[in-house]
């Protein structure tokens, strides 16, 4: 059973438009919500998160838009650049036993045309 | 500044051979964490530790053990090698409680049984 659901499996956009992936999730004791990047032969690395009190995070040309209520989140990417392509993951996380357990969605390849 | 090592990068195994994934960190981190990745799944969370001599299961954590006996290591190890085990691991490492402090993930170990 997947915990986070995320859609669309590949999206191609154009340079300069602009990306949105979305997440929807079922379980609300997920108190922090991050975006991971992955390019091919690497290992994923931390874009951007949200915590559920806040409806909008954006950092330079990254935005997090973030629903409780329906709980889904999503990723815009404005501007698109070439160098944006890559494999974009989102995550939900609880506290559990101690540790901070991330689930992720199942990807996002995302490839922006020049 | 390594980060997060993985070995080796790559892998072939016979079916029934046993191997060990050899994470390293360099961080001081606390928790630790072993996912695998697979197409259209997203990364699943196999085992992961809390700290020095403690390791728990995850979602998918059967076939696979893991000890965590420096806490600058964590091995994952496959007894008798499936099939079903082709994937990338991805070993990954946070500070601990409290979602100010990101995953940091290594590169990857390709594993392919045959």
Redesign the interface.
Known sequence: QQQVKQSPQSLIVQKGGISIINCAYENTAFDYFPWYQQFPGKGPALLIAIRPDVSEKKEGRFTISFNKSAKQFSLHIMDSQPGDSATYFCAASEAFQGAQKLVFGQGTRLTINP | NAG?TQTPKFRVLKTGQSMTLLCAQDMNHE?M?W?RQDP??????IH?S?GEGTT?K??VPDGYNVSRLKKQNFLLGLESAAPSQTSVY?C?S?F????NY??T????TRLTVV
């Open positions: 997060v928790y964490y996912y259209g799944m997203g990364l699943r969370l992961y809390v728990a995850g979602e991805f990954a946070s601990g409680q409290g979602h990101g995953y993930f290594g590169s990857g």
